[in-house]
């Protein structure tokens, strides 16, 4: 990857990796997981003529992406550890990942997850795989509600800016690397140094002109990754 990407969203943004270690930042549904599980909750507690009238809303710009996020999470009406059973039964994680997790962990790469999803269900998820240390930046629900309800992590558009973090590595001197899938992932993704995108994201990239490696799966992401650690260091 070139130097000459747009940063517009990111002026600390520098333009070379070269003489700066790699932190490695990833999106959890859709991108670990499969599929992703706020989407796929909301297909099984929907509503649907409340969900279309909520999507016109979002549409016009009359709802904020946060604001739907609560409304899509607030349809769960059940407990949570019978969802997380369910969620257990039918989710898969990218069976690559936890060795990428390994191989970030040999390489002295930190290597955190970024959701708008929930931290009660990626834990549950991830709990089976060894990957020492978890880091994990994530919405969570308010313990006890029926119906569930979101408690965001700030006020951003999406209840959690994870942009935040990419600047924060940068400011530490780190190069952040990203691997996304999704909407709510694209300030994220103009933040990163080297960028790692799928579905709804990489769309995106082709539209606004941002580069960014297509990925597949965790593996994807470790053989791209071991070609630029080369110019950087661990
Ligand atoms: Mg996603």
């Given at each position: 990857?070139?130097?000459?990407?747009?940063?517009?969203?990111?002026p600390?943004?520098?333009?070379?990796?070269?003489?700066?270690?790699?932190?490695?930042?990833?999106?959890?549904?859709?991108?670990?997981?499969?599929p992703?599980?706020?989407?796929?909750?909301?297909?099984?507690?929907?509503?649907?003529?409340?969900r279309?009238?909520?999507?016109?809303?979002?549409?016009?710009?009359?709802?904020?992406?946060?604001?739907?996020?609560?409304?899509?999470?607030?349809?769960?009406?059940?407990?949570?550890?019978?969802?997380?059973?369910?969620?257990?039964?039918?989710?898969?994680?990218?069976?690559?990942?936890?060795?990428?997790?390994?191989?970030?962990?040999?390489?002295?790469?930190?290597?955190?997850?970024?959701?708008?999803?929930?931290?009660?269900?990626?834990?549950?998820?991830?709990?089976?795989?060894?990957?020492?240390?978890?880091?994990?930046?994530?919405?969570?629900?308010?313990?006890?509600?029926?119906?569930?309800?979101?408690?965001?992590?700030?006020?951003?558009a999406?209840?959690?800016?994870k942009?935040?973090?990419?600047?924060?590595?940068?400011?530490?001197?780190?190069?952040?690397?990203?691997?996304?899938d999704?909407?709510?992932?694209?300030?994220?993704?103009?933040?990163?140094?080297?960028?790692?995108a799928?579905?709804?994201?990489?769309?995106?990239?082709?539209?606004?002109?941002?580069?960014?490696?297509?990925?597949?799966?965790?593996?994807?992401?470790?053989?791209?990754?071991?070609?630029?650690?080369?110019?950087?260091r661990?």
């Open positions: 990857m070139n130097s000459s990407r747009p940063f517009a969203a990111c600390e943004a520098r333009a070379s990796i070269r003489d700066m270690k790699i932190w490695v930042f990833t999106d959890f549904d859709g991108t670990v997981s499969n992703d599980t706020i989407d796929l909750l909301g297909k099984i507690f929907d509503r649907p003529s409340e279309a009238v909520m999507r016109d809303r979002l549409a016009t710009g009359a709802l904020k992406p946060s604001e739907w996020l609560a409304w899509e999470i607030g349809l769960v009406d059940a407990p949570l550890g019978k969802v997380l059973e369910f969620l257990r039964d039918v989710v898969v994680i990218d069976p690559t990942f936890p060795a990428f997790a390994g191989w970030c962990r040999k390489m002295g790469f930190p290597l955190t997850i970024l959701s708008n999803g929930l931290e009660e269900i990626i834990r549950s998820l991830l709990s089976p795989f060894d990957l020492g240390e978890l880091r994990l930046e994530a919405n969570h629900l308010e313990e006890g509600k029926v119906p569930w309800k979101v408690v965001f992590k700030d006020g951003s999406w209840g959690h800016d942009s935040a973090y990419l600047k924060k590595s940068r400011i530490e001197g780190y190069a952040p690397v990203f691997v996304g999704g909407v709510s992932d694209q300030e994220a993704a103009l933040c990163a140094e080297v960028l790692f799928k579905g709804e994201l990489a769309s995106i990239c082709e539209r606004i002109g941002l580069e960014y490696y297509p990925f597949a799966s965790f593996e994807d992401v470790r053989s791209v990754l071991e070609k630029v650690a080369g110019q950087a661990p």
